[in-house]
């Protein structure tokens, strides 16, 4: 392929019978969605995660490395906030304070 096609390319391009050529417009949206979609999916796993690594583990067990890995994969504001309210679940559960 031509370095000058190659650079043209954009993810809204595709091969068609050997020949590059720009989706059409149901294409296109069909491909937004199923980023979307495959993004949200992630997040939804990502967030599951976490929930598991802190609600299957004792308080007493909960090692300190583990925390810190857990705080060290925070990667903004949103993944901070998401940590805080899961960890204070988890902490009132197993203190026996259920409000």
């Not at 390319?9 to 417009?25: P, Y």
């Not at 990502?46 to 990667?75: E, S």
């Given at each position: 392929?031509?370095?000058?096609?190659?650079?043209?390319?954009?993810?809204?391009?595709?091969?068609?019978?050997?020949?590059?050529?720009?989706?059409?417009?149901?294409?296109?949206?069909?491909?937004?969605?199923?980023?979307?979609?495959?993004?949200?999916?992630?997040?939804?796993?990502?967030?599951?995660?976490?929930d598991t690594?802190?609600?299957?583990?004792?308080?007493?067990?909960?090692?300190?490395?583990?925390?810190?890995?857990?705080?060290?994969?925070?990667?903004n504001l949103?993944?901070?906030?998401?940590?805080?309210?899961?960890?204070?679940?988890?902490?009132?559960?197993?203190?026996?304070?259920?409000?």
């Amino acid at each position: 392929m031509p370095r000058d096609v190659f650079n043209a390319l954009t993810r809204f391009h595709k091969v068609d019978n050997g020949a590059v050529r720009l989706m059409t417009q149901a294409e296109s949206d069909l491909f937004i969605t199923e980023e979307l979609q495959a993004s949200a999916s992630a997040e939804t796993a990502r967030l599951a995660d976490m929930d598991t690594r802190i609600t299957n583990v004792k308080i007493a067990d909960f090692p300190m490395a583990k925390i810190d890995a857990m705080i060290d994969a925070i990667a903004n504001l949103n993944d901070a906030k998401q940590f805080l309210k899961r960890m204070c679940r988890y902490v009132a559960k197993n203190s026996g304070n259920r409000n």
